[in-house]
């Protein structure tokens, strides 16, 4: 470290401005002395410099954008103070001779082409309705969380790393507007302020020893100068929302949730980070489960020191219970996900955990064990302590998302359904390698046996139901067609009922999007009132690579394609993104 500093010092003083001096195009940074590498994602104005690499380290070119080149916002260039001109040079040296971005997986020119690039904020704007109708049910707002990094990254960045930005579509009498806002996060506030990234990226930020070091030593002394707090939260809320408790949510399981709402033009307001008056520490789950009949909040969290998982519930009028620490678990393990049933409260005890001693051998903290044998854990959801838990063992059994899971023979069985990761480890590094096959998985608590079984082969992730259905039996399930993952090809309705009689794949309804048209996770919106289980609409965001266009898409739940009810052309591109909500108009207006 110390020849690195020395070599860093020496070119900074010789050089002090050829590590910050713009080109003429205003958007990146070119460095005679390094002889900066850059690339054009996205026609945004920065103020910070862009991935840097030595000219012998060149890698393949990566596909070029097809999207829709999109206006340059105008935004007044923020002059670093002395500090920051110091720390974001020391930065660059860190991502040009320490870390660059050697894998596809953190290289942003690949984890940020096409429709991952990120996009401005777009405040309310009308749309037009080009097919169909909007019914009356969808009175409220279709609302969908998803990374979009606020600068382009330095160096190493991963798709997790973005910070969170809403795409929210309020509809009202068969019209529609569209917004976009990033989740206004400690994190944004204060880098927006700065004009620069402060907080390194957690997910592709800290890969080996001297990285981890580097990083560890230049955020620290970010601290020390005051230019953020790391008590206030360094959290992105990029991953799902939630409505409980009378409020609504944007969340990201490394911080505390971050309270949102939608104003009547449709506009998208943060409104503050939310500890439940002081009883949330740190973090929690970005899926909480929310009981449709007591309206009840279920959530957890976890974390690398023990206890490595906490339990606990929200009540109707957003009181949070004590803590329920959960000591069985013995090392801390990656929980993005978990199910309720009427009577317990499953998690996952995954092959990926981690480990920061990997850091040592120049690995990820976070990585998968595939000597570990994965485990789920069954806890009875009003527990006051972990001494009724109960952990099963499930070899190959790696679920990253819940569908959902409900008791049977008199709460004496839980039948659970999820997404298996065949190739779980590629989980976070190579997604387009990922295979999810949807398994039911039942438990009998009397005999301690577990079975399971597939019910689809097919590529399926963030399976969604009827809301009225979570933690009780439901028959349908509609989930995403990855080909390959992250991107969405289309829509597969599921009859997980079908298994129950032949085993054979259940799968009975379907909808592609196109020829170069991708989307997201899908949502159920059920008619209000509704008579069965799928009486009602799956709603998305689609967005066509070719043309550059996005598009907001209602299908009927019902039909044997999931026939498209309306098409709403959207005003711009929405990248693609996580997990989203509907709202409807009189819970919004509680808000």
């Known amino acids: 470290m110390d020849a690195l500093s020395s070599t860093f010092l020496s070119t900074l003083s010789q050089h002090p401005k050829s590590l910050l001096s713009p ?52 935004r007044k260039p923020i002059e670093p103070s002395f500090p920051s001109f110091i720390f974001n040079a020391f930065d660059d040296f860190v991502n040009t001779f320490i870390d660059p971005p050697r894998k596809s997986s953190v290289d942003p020119r690949y984890v940020l082409s096409n429709n991952f690039a990120p996009v401005d904020e777009l405040p309310p704007t009308e749309c037009e309705v080009v097919e169909g109708s909007l019914p009356s049910c969808l009175d409220g707002a279709y609302i969908r969380n998803g990374p979009n990094p606020q600068y382009l990254p330095r160096g190493p960045y991963h798709l997790f790393d973005g910070d969170g930005m809403l795409h929210s579509i309020k509809i009202s009498q068969g019209k529609a507007t569209f917004c976009s806002r990033f989740v206004k996060t400690y994190k944004y506030n204060i880098e927006n302020e700065a004009g620069s990234p402060i907080i390194p990226n957690v997910f592709s930020g800290f890969n080996g020893l001297t990285a981890s070091a580097a990083r560890g030593a230049l955020t620290a ?30 969340l990201g399981e490394s ?30 789950t970005a899926h909480p489960k929310i009981d449709p009949e007591t309206n009840e909040a279920f959530a957890f969290r976890y974390g690398v020191m023990p206890p490595f998982l906490n339990y606990f519930r929200v009540d109707p009028n957003g009181t949070k219970t004590p803590d ?29 955990g981690m480990n920061p001693i990997e850091l040592l051998t120049g690995g990820s903290p976070v990585g998968t064990d595939s000597g570990k044998i994965p485990r789920i854990g069954v806890i009875p959801r009003y527990a006051k302590d972990e001494s ?108 997980v009922s079908v298994a129950e009689v032949d085993r054979r794949d259940c799968i009975v309804a379907c909808r592609i999007f196109g020829e170069d048209c991708f989307g997201g996770e899908p949502f159920f919106v059920p008619k209000n009132p509704s008579i069965d289980e799928d009486d009602g609409y799956v709603v998305s965001y689609v967005h066509n690579e070719k ?16 026939d498209i009810v309306a098409h709403v052309k959207l005003p711009r591109r929405v990248p693609y993104g996580f997990h989203g909500l509907f709202v409807r108009e009189n819970d919004l207006i509680k808000l």
């Open 388 to 495: 009724e838990m109960r952990w099963f063992d499930v070899p190959g059994f790696n679920i990253v998302h819940a569908i959902n899971a409900w008791d049977e023979d008199g709460g004496d069985t839980i039948v659970l359904i999820a997404p298996n990761i065949l190739s779980v480890e590629h989980t976070l590094e190579r997604m387009d390698m990922i295979h999810a096959s949807v398994e039911k998985v039942k438990i009998n608590l009397k005999t301690g046996m577990v079975s399971r079984h597939p019910i689809s082969t097919r590529n399926l992730d963030f399976g969604v139901i009827n809301p009225a259905y979570v933690g009780k039996k439901n028959k349908y399930v509609y989930a995403a067609i990855g080909d390959p993952m992250p991107k969405v090809i289309g829509i597969a309705k599921l009859d």
């Open 221 to 250: 002394a970010r601290a020390i100068a005051g230019q953020f707090n790391p008590a206030n939260g360094i959290g992105l809320a990029n991953t799902s929302l939630a409505l409980f408790g009378g409020k609504l949510f944007a």
């Open 547 to 562: 043309t550059g266009e996005s598009k907001f898409l209602v299908m009927d739940a019902t039909s044997p394609n999931l």
């Open 324 to 352: 329920v620490p959960i000591f069985s678990m013995t090392r801390p393990s990656f929980l993005h996900d978990f199910a309720i049933t009427k009577k317990y409260a499953i998690f996952s005890d995954i092959q990926i």
């Open 23 to 74: 080109n003429n195009n205003n958007n990146y940074y070119y460095s005679p002395t390094l002889k900066v590498f850059s690339v054009r994602i996205e026609e945004r104005p920065q103020t910070t410099t862009t991935i840097t690499k030595p000219q012998e380290k060149s890698t393949p070119s990566p596909p070029k954008p097809t999207t829709k080149r999109e206006p340059i916002p105008s």
């Open 255 to 284: 911080d505390l949730p971050y309270e949102v709402k939608i104003a009547p033009d449709g506009d998208i307001i943060t409104l503050g980070r939310h500890d439940f008056n002081g009883k949330l520490f740190m973090s929690m």
